[in-house]
């Protein structure tokens, strides 16, 4: 059971008071998850980043000032705002990417990203979801350039990149990496998911699949 509070905070860009929706707990017994690029059911990601009407101001706190608050005025952070077909936390998440992205935390980039694609996932907004699965692809790139990984291992980055191509339709792409992925000598659990996720880009199946699934 999930509990959320409506508590109201400051926004440190424009002064407005706001309601944020804070989580005081939240149980995943006896859901499923996760699904192979990260997601988990019960898990309430929208109360996880606040976001301002008022300015346009994302954040993880609303009320901690950016460390680029001209970011904001930048065109791909104005567009986003505009998008009046998503929602607040998927803008919220959108927006707080840019801040990421500008900042050179690639990784933090990627997972804001991937959690906009969450929100459309479950909106049913998919090509939203293809699109910002693009974007987390990009931040990942930008991530392994760098020398970094957006996971624990460059092994299990290699699956999250195949499952996002493979969900955007990349099918080839897809196939490339979990080929290159299983020249890493992967344990066993990767290994595992490694081949199922082969199977479902030969079945040319781009839904969402449980990890338990394999």
Known sequence: MTMVRTEHKTCCVCGE???????LSYSQF???GPTLDGWHSG??????VEFCRHCGYASHDIAESPVQPGVMNTKPYRDILKQRWIDDSCKA????????????????A????????????????WQGAEDYRTKALEMMRRSHEKGGIVSDTSVRDGLLQADLLRRTGSFQQAKDAVMRT?????DAELMRLLRFEQRLIEQVD???HWAKEA
């Open 206 to 208: 781009k839904a969402a």
């Open 110 to 125: 990627f997972w804001a990203s991937i959690r906009a694609a969450w929100i459309c996932d479950n909106d049913g907004y």
């Open 93 to 108: 998440y959108l927006c707080v990417a840019q801040f990421k992205a500008a900042d050179g935390d690639f990784k933090g």
């Open 17 to 23: 008071t706001i309601p944020v929706s804070v989580c």
């Open 43 to 48: 898990v309430p990601y929208g109360c996880m």
């Open 30 to 32: 006896g859901k499923t």
């Open 182 to 186: 299983l020249k890493c000598n992967p």
